[in-house]
């Protein structure tokens, strides 16, 4: 036979061999894939060429914006110089977390001033409970160094609202928002400082350490105030 005849026809004969080795392989692949299955996060039958849809409790699970709660801030230790102030730092440390209450003393809520009366009381030094205006007048007013030492009177808002320095740094006191607590002395208190007042402790005798705080005094007559402590 003619090779020149020859040749184009093996030629088809090859390209048509090709073509259909070609659909051949991909048919038995597809029949493959359809024959290995899986069970979805609901239990149902799906091919693996299926798009796996996401599980139902993934869509009902909460999303998480923005970073976790911070702890409470907690009060570092202070300077103690001496028994009185360990037998004050022990007491204040006994009340942190106690909510507010307006007019409270205790023992497991305070308003303001109530609480400052109340730590000085189970520290073993009596004086009349009174309003943080009252505080004020009957305490003398610190030298400078003495401002931030422990233990120390800081008043706010016009006489409004007093707590118990711990250090420079910051000072013990019942928040209306959130209890007896330890803040800092940041910008907005600060801000609002009118002053201070050392309670003359060195010149009370100091009660034994298993002494029993005192009972509850009632309240001198000095016109009541809302005590303004709003964080």
């Known amino acids: ?6 040749f184009p026809r093996l030629l088809v004969v090859f390209f048509a061999f090709i073509v259909t080795a070609n659909v051949a392989a991909q048919s038995s692949e597809a029949d493959s ?8 996060a609901n239990g149902v039958t ?3 060429t299926d798009i796996a849809a996401p599980p139902s409790g993934e869509e009902r699970r909460p999303r998480i914006v923005g970073s976790a709660p911070k702890a409470p801030l907690m009060s ?12 004050l730092f022990s007491a204040i ?16 809520s305070f308003d303001c001033s109530g609480f400052v009366w109340r730590a000085y009381q189970e520290a073993g030094f009596d004086f009349s409970r009174g309003p943080a205006r009252s ?9 400078k160094e ?34 007896v607590i330890y803040s800092p002395f940041n910008d907005y208190w600060l801000s609002r ?7 003359p402790t060195d010149s009370m005798p100091v009660p034994a350490a298993s002494a029993k705080p005192r009972a509850v005094r009632p309240a001198i007559n000095t016109p009541a105030l809302v005590e303004d402590n709003q964080p």
């Open 1 to 6: 036979m003619n090779t020149r005849i020859l």
């Open 146 to 179: 003495d401002q931030f030492k422990f233990g120390t009177l800081v008043f706010f808002s016009g006489l409004a609202h007093v707590g118990i320095v711990a250090d420079e740094h910051g000072f013990y006191h019942s928040s209306r928002h959130h209890g």
């Open 76 to 87: 570092p230790a202070p300077l103690l110089a001496g028994r009185f102030d360990r037998l």
């Open 135 to 143: 505080y004020w007048a009957s305490f003398a007013q610190p030298s």
């Open 46 to 48: 799906r091919l693996e």
């Open 193 to 199: 400082v009118n002053g201070f007042r050392r309670v």
């Open 93 to 108: 440390q006994s009340h942190l977390g106690s909510p507010y209450h307006y007019t409270g003393t205790g023992p497991d």
């Open 33 to 40: 894939r359809q024959t290995r299955t899986a069970l979805d």
